[in-house]
Every structure is written in C-alpha cells, then in structure tokens.
C-alpha cells in the first residue's frame, strides 16, 4: 500500500530551525515535494526533490534519500509568518499527501 | 496568486443535493486535478485530466463525477450530497501529465452540507 507519515506538530521560536521529517511507502515514486498552507488557504509549492541530496531554496531546504523512503524539510530563521501547515507530498503522476504538520512559531 | 482560478469560493446547500465545482487552470497547463480536504485533514487525491482525458483516479466516490473541457476547464459534480461531503475542494494544475511535483492549487471552494 501507500503511506506517509509525518509529525503531527512542532512549535519552535523565532529564530530557530525546525526539521520536519518524512517517510513514505509506495510501489511508484518519482519526487517528494513539500508545500505550505495557510489556515484555509490554498497550499503553495515549497520544494521538490526527484534526485538524492539538498535542495535550498533560501530561508526553506529540503532533502530526499530514495534509498531509506525518507525526506525532510528545514525551516531556517523562523519568523512568524512560517506558522502553517508543511505537507509532504509524493509523486505517482499524481500527489499523494501526508496528513500535515502544523507548525507553530512563538515569540 | 496562483493563475488558477475556482468558482464558487463558497457553498452551502443541503443534504441530497448536487453541486457543480469550477476549475480554470492556469494559462497553458493541460492537466487539472482535483482534491478534498475535510477539517484538519490532509489533501486527498480525487481524480486528474490530461488534455481532456481522465488520467488518474483517487479514492473518488461514485456520486462525485468530474470532466475536462476543450477549453480545459474543469467541473467537479458531486451528487447525492451528505454531511460527510462537508469540506474545501481543490483544484490544481500542471502543465504536462506526469510533472506532478509542482502543483499549482486554486484557493479552494469551501462547501458545507447542512
């Protein structure tokens, strides 16, 4: 079957990093991606991962190990507008998310 | 903004009912795909059309039914409604079949069931 797991939450204060990790299960994989939303808004790409290694895309990176099912994103220099949702998302020609992160970022 | 647009932003109606999502992709991309998200849930993948064909199903009930027009937009009918349908309906676009890694989300019709 399929399957991804994720935290449920992380509350972490400004300035800081948080590392949201991801690990996943399917027969057909082609990238994990991350995306961010908003309390009822619309989720917004953050990153994607097709090959092994770091992507970094300023404050936000992202890292994938096909080899282990496992993925993560870094969340740098928190500021509070980074309180969101972070879903991981894996693609099968389609995206297949995980059940969120909420991440809450206090002063 | 995103370039995808979605109509209604809102919706209430009542149970039994049937109601008719609206999904404009953004300029140039071929494929649309539809999910729901119910309160503090994650994304669920509906279904997915290519260039006006269906190309991937999800866990879509059999009282949802979407299609893909010439035009490329796309409608998302939902039938039969229950309280259980209560939830906020996403569309999403990209601009080959299988380059899902980058989605573009319109911001959603909020439906609620009463």
């Known amino acids: 079957g399929q399957s991804l797991e994720q935290p449920s939450e992380v509350t972490a204060v400004e300035g800081a990093i948080v590392q949201i990790n991801c690990t996943y299960q399917t027969s057909g994989f082609y990238g994990l991606s991350w995306y961010q939303q908003h309390d009822g808004g619309a989720p917004t790409f953050l990153s994607y991962?097709?090959?092994?290694g770091l992507e970094e895309t300023g404050r936000f990176s992202s890292f994938l190990s096909r080899s282990d099912s496992y993925g993560y994103l870094l969340l740098q220099e928190l500021q509070m507008k980074d309180s969101a949702s972070y879903f991981c998302a894996f693609n099968d020609y389609k995206l297949s998310f995980g059940a969120g992160t909420t991440v809450t970022v206090r002063a | 903004d995103s370039g995808v647009t979605q109509t209604p932003k809102h919706l209430i109606t009542a149970t039994g009912q049937r109601v008719t999502l609206r999904c404009s992709p953004r300029?140039?991309?071929?494929?649309v795909y539809w999910y729901q998200q119910s309160l503090d849930q994650g994304l669920q993948f509906l279904i997915q059309y290519y260039n006006g064909e269906e190309r991937a199903k999800g866990n879509i009930l059999e009282r949802f039914s979407a299609q893909q027009f010439p035009d490329l937009h796309s409608e998302l009918n939902l039938s039969s409604l229950e309280l259980g349908d209560s939830a906020l309906y996403f569309c999403a676009s990209s601009a080959g079949s299988r380059d899902a890694g980058e989605l573009f989300f319109g911001e959603g019709s909020r439906l609620t069931v009463l």
């Open positions: 991962n097709a090959l092994d």
């Open positions: 300029s140039g991309d071929l494929s």
